[in-house]
């Protein structure tokens, strides 16, 4: 089955700085890359995603990135404030398999 | 207004008492599923459905069973409930999956506690 492994597992930044989260999966034949967005005590949202006829897409302050050769996309968010705070997964789409498989999750503390 | 709706949003049960969760889509999506979120495991999917009546094993459905009678509910259910089942479980619905995949929407989550 897919393998889906997101990096770090937990970040840090001060508010303004920016922040970056790295998703490699196993499956060539993936084709949708999603992030989704996790506040605390609330249902995961998504917030960007891309197909992979696309190298990058960007919404305001959040971007996704795709290297489909290296089999990983990276969620970028910059100038980032408190309300970024949660915890984000990606999930990695759209090939020969039917299941829909998470990465483990990246915890951001956004800190004023 | 699209949505999935999960009942009940919090639950405590005994061991081996019986339970069903159930959830709800109005969005007209062929795909359903269902994850358990415990800390430090991220989402763990149970099972899937791609259509009525087509279930499958996701990576972690021992002690589970779904049904997909009709194509907007899809129900969780627990026969003998043990403590290691105590988690926060979604249900998920999209238009499709394969190469048919879109956005995941997510259920409010219900909260099981089996004591």
């Known amino acids: 089955g897919e393998n889906v492994e997101q990096h770090p597992s937990t970040l840090s930044v001060q508010e303004g700085d920016s922040a970056v989260i790295k998703c490699t999966y196993s499956?060539?034949?993936?084709?949708?890359f999603p992030w989704y967005k996790q506040e605390l005590g609330k249902r995961p949202q998504l917030i960007i995603d891309?197909?992979?006829?696309?190298g990058e897409k960007k919404d305001q302050r959040i971007a996704v990135t795709l290297n489909k050769t290296a089999k990983h996309f990276s969620l970028h968010i910059t100038e980032t404030q408190p309300e970024d705070s949660a915890v984000y997964f990606c999930?990695?789409?759209?090939?020969?398999?039917?299941?829909?498989?998470f990465g483990a999750g990246t915890r951001l503390a956004v800190h004023p | 207004e699209a949505q999935v709706t999960q009942n009940p949003r919090y639950l405590i049960t005994v061991t081996g008492k019986k339970l069903t969760v159930t959830c709800s889509q109005n969005?007209?999506?062929?795909?359903m599923s269902w994850y358990r979120q415990d800390p430090g495991l991220g989402l763990r999917q149970i099972y899937y459905?791609?259509?009525?009546?087509?279930?499958d094993k996701g990576d972690v459905p021992e002690g589970y069973k779904v049904s997909r009678k009709e194509k907007r509910n899809f129900p969780l259910i627990l026969e003998s409930p043990s403590p290691n089942q105590t988690s926060l479980y979604f249900c998920?619905?999209?238009?499709?999956?394969?190469?048919?995949?879109?956005?995941?929407?997510f259920g409010q989550g219900t909260r099981l506690t089996v004591v």
């Open positions: 998920a619905s999209s238009l499709g999956a394969g190469v048919m995949n879109t956005e995941a929407f």
């Open positions: 499956d060539s034949a993936s084709n949708y």
């Open positions: 891309i197909r992979s006829n696309v």
């Open positions: 999930a990695p789409a759209g090939g020969g398999y039917n299941k829909l498989i």
């Open positions: 969005m007209n999506h062929e795909y």
């Open positions: 459905s791609m259509n009525v009546e087509v279930t």
